[in-house]
């Protein structure tokens, strides 16, 4: 039976508390896995990594998590130029994380604070969507 | 002295799992820095014995073609202190393995006793930190540490 999103959550919720050492009060749904939570760049690797072992209900059909798929390592370079983003890479960064306050990434255009933005309900938005598909 | 806390493999399944052994001798020299009438491992050093074996297991899923670097420790349990005479076991077993590192875990016992649960991350630098340099060659898998295994492979470890 597919799970619920509440269900996704709780899981996701587990997976960040025992990842980061975080209290579970702490991942809220718009809580920023850097700024919020302390995420450093190993524990994008080691939340991908529990995140497959979460959602993996068959051992033949393993949930996997393509490179880059869900934590995006590097941008496009056509949505940077001389170091800010472009009006295409500000549409792109509101399409992939429609939950995050933009404001600050509209107004310095600075690419650096894209990792920032990426909060828990992003990774429940990616494991909904995976799971449908 | 060389920086090298584990002895011989005892057991190695190439990307799955494998064994190590160190034993403790009060001629070591650190042994006597922590608490001068009361020598012990640290707890660090046990868990650098850990991420020797780990590192080189993960090391060996990708022929040394990486360069495997300990990321990060998810966990470190302690159950009891490792003394002078006391022959120490390394289990760690690969959870995860991708382009980008691996996660391990597994135990650290002294006869039958437990005496630590560790988690770890290692990373594939090269992978993983895009833009800064390393140098070519593979600084981390040193001779000293594929010998080792080396020398499991071809019996040594248990021959003279």
Redesign the interface.
């Known amino acids: 039976m597919a799970l619920t999103r509440d269900e996704i959550y709780s899981k996701v919720q587990a997976v960040l508390v025992d990842a980061l050492g975080v209290d579970e009060e702490d991942v809220t749904p718009a809580a920023s896995l850097r700024k919020d939570l302390g995420a450093e760049s190993i524990d994008f690797l080691d939340i991908t990594f529990r995140l497959e072992k979460a959602f993996t209900t068959d051992p033949t059909k393993p949930f996997k998590i393509p490179r880059g798929d869900l934590f995006p390592e590097e941008l496009d370079p056509a949505y940077v130029q001389e170091g800010k983003l472009t009006d295409a890479g500000i549409a792109e960064a509101r399409r992939k994380l429609p939950h995050a306050d933009h404001s600050k990434l509209a107004e310095t255009r600075d690419p650096a604070l894209i990792p920032d933005l990426f909060a828990v309900q992003d990774i429940v938005d990616y494991i909904e969507r995976r799971l449908k598909a | 002295m060389r920086w090298i806390w584990i002895d011989k493999f005892i057991e190695f399944t190439s990307r799955t799992s494998a064994t190590t052994v160190k034993n403790v001798s009060l001629a070591e020299e650190h042994l006597h820095d922590l608490y001068p009438d009361f020598p012990i491992v640290p707890h660090s050093l046990i868990v650098e014995g850990f991420a020797q074996t780990a590192g080189i297991l993960v090391g060996e899923a990708r022929d040394f073609a990486e360069k495997v670097i300990l990321?990060?420790i998810?966990r470190a349990t302690f159950h009891r202190l490792v003394r002078p005479g006391d022959t120490i076991q390394f289990r760690a077993k690969v959870?995860?393995l991708?382009?980008?590192?691996a996660?391990t875990s597994g135990t650290v016992t002294c006869e039958n006793d437990l005496v630590a649960e560790i988690e770890m991350?290692f990373?594939h630098i090269d992978q993983?930190m895009?833009g800064l340099e390393f140098p070519e060659h593979n600084f981390v898998f040193t001779e000293q540490f594929t010998e080792l295994l080396k020398g499991y492979r071809a019996g040594g470890a248990v021959t003279i």
């Open positions: 990321a990060k998810s959870d995860q991708s382009e980008q590192g996660s991350m990373s993983n895009a």
